[in-house]
């Protein structure tokens, strides 16, 4: 397939060093990836950057017949047209899995503020890598609703970190969610990181085994049900929508894979959360789980009539 990309945005910044000269940025958005963050600084700071964006509009290079074409024989989805044609961040990304259930949280008002509850258990789901990334998703959950409060994301680091980076939130927690690989036994020490965990005074349970699309159908399902915290949970946010199939260059397909990327290690965690949902059930009343929710999502105003309240 043949991407005649229209110097989409382009980002100009002087490297304020003696005889430094300029460093040049030339991208098409892939969604609210790295490329959107870059010309959100650049955006925000016209006298450190200087910053264009050129869609088909503005530089003609492609007739628009032709893109026509393009959008009739199918050679390119609706969302790839917008990217790169028309420098669109909004679309999503081409192969993501999880885009357009992102965006229906969105448009349902399911992420945004997301404060803890301090009178439920918050439990942690894990991604454990050992030269990647490890990634901790913590969330609670009112009976069929899971709010996610709080994420984190780091690498090259021991257990012994991810355990004071709990043991340094005001939580209370409750179960400890990580993949069936924990239980493999590592080169050299012998033992297993479910056993280092626990001589640590962490006791993991073993996420459901599911294959991964069959997991990620489960993600799928149950974002339905899921409310995200739009600060502490951003970067958690942004893998979500850049998660995607890896692409076949040669063949022009997508492969029965997703790409091991940045994202990766959030949307693991995450798949890890969702297949263990049934060891994590809050068997409170449900009159008292939702009265619980209400406060915590509306706090003063839980009391008030619906049409009285601010955050409707």
Not at 62 to 84: C, K, N, T, Y
Request: proline content about 4%.
């Amino acid at each position: 397939m043949r991407y005649k990309t229209p110097r989409a945005y382009q980002f100009i910044r002087p490297i304020l060093a003696a005889n430094a000269g300029w460093a040049l940025f030339i991208t098409t958005p892939r969604g609210k990836n790295h490329a959107f963050e870059l010309f959100q600084i650049a955006q925000h700071n016209p006298n450190e950057w200087y910053s264009l964006k050129l869609t088909l509009d503005d530089t003609r290079h492609i007739p628009p017949v032709e893109i026509e074409r393009e959008r009739a024989e199918g050679i390119m989805s609706e969302d790839l047209i917008q990217q790169e044609y028309y420098c669109s961040f909004t679309k999503g990304v081409e192969g993501s899995y999880y885009q357009k259930f992102v965006d229906k949280m969105r448009i349902e008002n399911r992420i945004g503020d997301v404060p803890w509850d301090s009178g439920a258990k918050v439990n942690v789901a894990f991604d454990i890598g050992v030269r990647d990334s490890t990634a901790l998703i913590f969330y609670q959950v009112y009976g069929a609703i899971i709010r996610v409060i709080d994420c984190y994301e780091s690498s090259k680091e021991g257990l012994e970190h991810y355990i004071n980076v709990m043991k340094n939130k005001p939580y209370t927690y409750g179960k400890y969610i990580a993949p069936h690989d924990i239980r493999v036994r590592e080169w050299g020490s012998g033992i297993t990181r479910w056993d280092k965990a626990k001589s640590l005074g962490i006791t993991f349970t073993i996420a459901d085994k599911y294959s991964i699309m069959d997991g990620i159908e489960k993600v799928r399902s149950t974002l339905s049900i899921m409310y995200m915290d739009q600060v502490k949970c951003a970067p958690l946010i942004k893998a979500l929508e850049n998660y995607r199939q890896e692409y076949d260059a040669k063949n022009g397909v997508y492969k029965s894979v997703p790409l091991h990327n940045f994202a990766s290690h959030y949307a693991d965690s995450l798949r890890y959360l969702c297949v263990s949902l049934s060891k994590v059930k809050d068997n409170s009343d449900p009159k008292e789980l939702d009265k619980r929710f209400h406060e915590a999502v509306l706090g003063e105003e839980s009391s008030i009539p619906y049409i009285f309240r601010h955050r409707q």
